[in-house]
């Protein structure tokens, strides 16, 4: 029985010429039985974007950043393989239906594209800030993480419905760090990770800050690791956990229009 497939698109300030015409590419490439745009609006801004009636578009009239958004999308999905790709394209349809089949095959709990991995195609490169900072942020990430992988950050990922039940109450990370968490933990909790090299183009417009939002990426790395230990029951870790607080993404209240936002600085929506 072949398993059906949900695809999330974040998006913030996206360009709606770019955004539909992948969108489009999206329902010819894989033939979603569902593709939801979870669009962010800073504070009282109007909307001017107009999609297909066969496009789920949910609005929200706050930042939540791209993990939050993403987590939206998915909690609203109700299909087998749940899947997301970057509002501006850099990841291509036929890219992202290689990472969608090995979850759609059964395989693996969660597939994850891979710009840097050897089989991949770069079209476009990055600036050399984002370039070395990427870099050397994966460098680490394989030293720190269960899953061993050239590329944490690509904005094309696919997991299992199964998997997901099992990931998303760990899941705390609003913004860019959000993908790292879920690599992490869908790790930690023994599900298969797979990387799938892809095709990717580097495109303008990002709102990823090479400064700040790689800060918060290196923070979310060493928390992200530390709540994968936890679930390892780590006894290290074990020692050194202390009562947190923190709330879940499902668990939050995301669904309230509010125009204050903790994510509005640093937990933008788009590609690295």
Known sequence: MSQTLGIVVPAFRPAPDRLLSYLEDLRETVSPETIRVE??????????????????????????????????GFEALSTDVLAFADADGATPAASLADVIAPVQSGSVGLAVGSRRHPGASVESHQTFARRFLGDGFAWIARRLLDAQLYDYQCGAKAIAAEAWEEVRPH??????????????????????????????EDQPGSTVSPVSDTFDMGRGLLIARHRARLLRDDRLHR??????????LVDRDRRVETDHDSTDEHGGIGGE
Do not use: N
């Not at 020692?239 to 879940?248: E, G, P």
């Open 39 to 72: 669009l962010d609006v800073r504070g009282p801004e109007s909307v001017d974007l107009e999609l297909p009636e066969w496009v789920d578009l949910h609005v929200a009239h706050r930042r939540r950043g791209k993990g939050g958004a993403i987590t939206d």
């Open 171 to 200: 899941l705390y990370e609003p913004g860019f760090a959000w993908d790292i968490e879920l690599v992490a933990v869908t790790a930690a909790l023994d599900y298969g990770v797979r990387e799938v090299p892809v095709v990717w």
């Open 239 to 248: 020692l050194f956990a202390d009562d947190d607080d923190a709330t879940a």
